[in-house]
């Protein structure tokens, strides 16, 4: 973590968020959709992995004090249960060997790249909101309004900067739940859940070794998915 608050920008992490006020009280996750809520807040944006995507919002709030409410909306992560992810690893904290969100269902709830210290600021700085599947914006605004009313003023401490920085190969996935390395030696991957081809620092391998892989292009009922063959 960096010591010096005075030369950093906030938010620290890049995403998908929108900022608003940063001395407002108020942080709104929307999970897997991003939805316009007119009313005073810091910072609004979605969060779609029970992984990775925790950490990232994680160090962006542990670095502004004034956050003190944490409302998390929008409609839940399949597979991935990324709501209900983050509500464990609020109110159960997480495994100090393995890393894992305690109680937490989703394909890899493994908080792994941030110490211990961080993941506890998360929880004892904010008040969660929980309105997990609620995606009217209206009643977000109005939740938004009433606990700002209550804002208790900055928190007691100085903000983290945390310099985040995934690391490789340390996460244990549940069965399928997990990407699916195409290209194991290019990193790429796809997530069964999403059918989206990424770079992604985590996933299960099928094979170790180089092969040749098709990504092949099938329209279903439910949408289009990509599925990965070897030729």
């Not at 969100?101 to 211990?116: H, K, R, W």
């Not at 309004?145 to 983290?160: F, I, K, N, Q, T």
């Not at 991957?189 to 040749?212: M, Q, R």
Request: net charge negative; glycine share 6%.
């Amino acid at each position: 973590m960096s010591a010096s608050a005075a030369k950093q920008e906030w938010p620290p992490i890049p995403g998908d968020f929108e900022v608003k006020n940063p001395r407002s009280c108020v942080a709104i996750c929307t999970l897997g959709r991003k939805i316009d809520v007119e009313s005073d807040y810091a910072i609004i944006g979605t969060c779609k992995t029970e992984n990775i995507g925790i950490e990232r919002m994680i160090v962006n709030i542990v670095s502004n004090p004034c956050i003190r409410f944490f409302i998390l909306a929008g409609p839940e992560v399949p597979g991935h249960r990324t709501g209900a992810s983050v509500r464990c690893l609020y109110e159960k904290g997480v495994d100090k060997e393995t890393r894992k969100i305690l109680e937490a269902d989703g394909a890899i709830p493994y908080v792994e790249n941030l110490p211990l210290e961080v993941i506890e600021r998360f929880r004892s700085q904010v008040e969660l909101v929980d309105m997990i599947d609620v995606t009217e914006s209206e009643r977000i605004a109005q939740a938004a309004s009433e606990v700002a009313s209550r804002d208790p003023g900055p928190y007691p401490a100085e903000p983290l900067w945390v310099e985040f920085k995934a690391k490789h190969g340390r996460a244990v996935p549940k069965g399928m739940g997990s990407a699916v390395a195409l290209l194991p030696e290019y990193s790429l991957s796809l997530d069964p859940f999403t059918s989206l081809v990424s770079k992604l620092n985590l996933y299960a391998i099928v094979t170790s070794h180089p092969t040749t892989i098709a990504v092949v292009v099938q329209t279903t009922e439910t949408g289009t998915i990509l599925i990965g063959k070897e030729l």
